[in-house]
């Protein structure tokens, strides 16, 4: 089966950039989709079709899609961005979820 | 975004089936520009994802999950149900439903969630 593999957690100061990671077998030949969740709240998509993002979503957060790796980079990060971050994929009508990253900002 | 409006129990007992429902506001849901689906989050855990189900009436559905989930949809009541039979303790999670984008391959709007513990 299809696997996606985030790291569980990535630390960043205030004002500096993050990058998570979303690592899976010829990744970049599929669309990935990044989804933001905070703590008792529905996930909310930020990122589309590899680094398309929704309206609303601050320009921030920025994605890319190569080889094996999709990234979703944040840069300036804010108190508000501290969240679960999932990364998804669609394999042969399968919908795959990456296991998540916390994303703490100190 | 649309807001996508769940309902259904939050407790099953053990063998029991758990059925839920997400109602779909206006007309969308017989859009063939949409699919829907369901996922769900055990507690202190990542997502899941269980069935989604096309403007086709094709539906597909996670493999560990198949033999016992059914995700339909019914278009005079603007409505996407899910349901999953024998259920046990490792089916305690919080269950979404979602609209995904045809062709798109990704959800863009998402219930509010529902709390399901099983326990007797």
Same mark, same amino acid.
């Given at each position: 089966?299809?696997?996606?593999?985030?790291?569980?957690?990535?630390?960043?100061?205030? @004002?500096?950039? +993050? /990058?998570? #990671?979303? !690592? %899976?077998?010829?990744?970049?030949?599929?669309?990935?989709?990044?989804? &933001?969740?905070?703590?008792?709240?529905?996930?909310?998509?930020?990122?589309?079709?590899?680094?398309?993002?929704?309206?609303?979503?601050?320009?921030?957060?920025?994605?890319?899609?190569? @080889?094996?790796? +999709? /990234?979703? #980079?944040? !840069? %300036?990060?804010?108190?508000?961005?501290?969240?679960?971050?999932?990364? &998804?994929?669609?394999?042969?009508?399968?919908?795959?979820?990456?296991?998540?990253?916390?994303?703490?900002?100190? | 975004?649309?807001?996508?409006?769940?309902?259904?129990?939050?407790?099953?007992?053990?063998?029991?089936?758990?059925?839920?429902?997400?109602?779909?506001?206006?007309?969308?849901?017989?859009?063939?520009?949409?699919y829907w689906g369901?996922?769900?989050?055990?507690?202190?855990?990542?997502?899941?994802?269980?069935g989604s189900i096309y403007?086709?009436g094709n539906a597909y559905?996670?493999?560990?999950?198949?033999?016992?989930?059914?995700v339909s949809v019914?278009?005079?009541?603007?409505?996407l149900?899910?349901?999953?039979?024998?259920?046990?303790?490792?089916?305690?999670?919080?269950?979404?439903?979602?609209?995904?984008?045809?062709?798109?391959?990704?959800?863009?709007?998402?219930?509010?969630?529902?709390?399901?513990?099983?326990?007797?």
């Amino acid at each position: 089966s299809y696997e996606l593999t985030q790291p569980p957690s990535v630390s960043v100061s205030p @004002g500096q950039k +993050a /990058t998570i #990671t979303c !690592s %899976g077998d010829k990744l970049g030949n599929k669309y990935a989709s990044w989804y &933001q969740q905070k703590p008792g709240q529905s996930p909310v998509l930020v990122i589309y079709k590899d680094s398309q993002r929704p309206s609303g979503i601050p320009e921030r957060l920025s994605g890319s899609n190569l @080889g094996n790796t +999709a /990234t979703l #980079t944040i !840069s %300036g990060t804010q108190a508000m961005d501290e969240a679960d971050y999932y990364c &998804q994929a669609w394999n042969n009508s399968i919908v795959v979820f990456g296991g998540g990253t916390k994303l703490a900002v100190l | 975004q649309l807001q996508l409006q769940q309902s259904g129990p939050g407790l099953v007992t053990p063998s029991e089936t758990l059925p839920l429902t997400c109602t779909v506001p206006g007309s969308s849901i017989s859009s063939d520009s949409y699919y829907w689906g369901w996922i769900r989050q055990p507690p202190g855990k990542g997502l899941e994802w269980i069935g989604s189900i096309y403007y086709s009436g094709n539906a597909y559905y996670n493999p560990s999950l198949k033999r016992r989930v059914t995700v339909s949809v019914d278009t005079s009541k603007n409505q996407l149900s899910l349901t999953l039979t024998s259920v046990t303790s490792a089916d305690t999670a919080v269950y979404f439903c979602a609209r995904g984008i045809a062709a798109a391959y990704y959800f863009d709007s998402w219930g509010q969630g529902t709390q399901v513990t099983v326990s007797s």
